[in-house]
């Protein structure tokens, strides 16, 4: 196993040992995922890409995961559970984990501006970003390199902005 591998592996073990995260194995996410595999896609980019710009990679790893730590059991209705989830998500992080204000911070503003708060950390705008990019791709029902291309333009535009 490789050394990145290694260490992504450790930061996020815990959580992947829940058995009420593994629950989310059971909810169906964007079509043509599982909220499970959803959210793992989305922590491991997110890991990959804050270790590569120097950030804060522990923190986003974790908050990434849990995300869309959530069940649709929990609302009303599709309206209420895209304005409402990433606060129920922090609600459902907090009973199995720790979390630190950044970690709240970038799973609460993750659907900024739909139903999120305002991105106060740059590994906010980070996960925000993947979670779009992994969202569309799921949507779309694959890796399409056009797509891949226009997010790390995106991408690259969003970090200049916010390094500034």
Do not use: W
């Amino acid at each position: 196993m490789k050394k990145d591998n290694r260490e992504y592996i450790e930061i996020v073990e815990k959580l992947l040992e829940n058995r009420k995260f593994n629950k989310l194995k059971y909810e169906r996410h964007h079509h043509n995922s599982n909220r499970f595999n959803h959210s793992l896609d989305v922590s491991l980019k997110t890991y990959r890409i804050c270790k590569r710009l120097g950030l804060d990679y522990e923190s986003a790893t974790r908050a990434a995961l849990l995300h869309d730590f959530f069940f649709d059991s929990e609302f009303e209705n599709k309206r209420e559970r895209m304005l409402k989830h990433p606060r129920q998500a922090v609600i459902n992080a907090e009973k199995i984990t720790k979390l630190s204000d950044k970690e709240k911070n970038i799973i609460e503003s993750h659907m900024y501006p739909v139903g999120g708060k305002l991105p106060r950390h740059i590994e906010s705008v980070v996960v925000d970003m993947i979670d779009d990019y992994v969202s569309v791709k799921e949507k779309l029902g694959g890796d399409f390199k056009s797509l891949k291309v226009a997010f790390n333009f995106l991408f690259i535009l969003a970090i200049s902005v916010f390094i500034k």
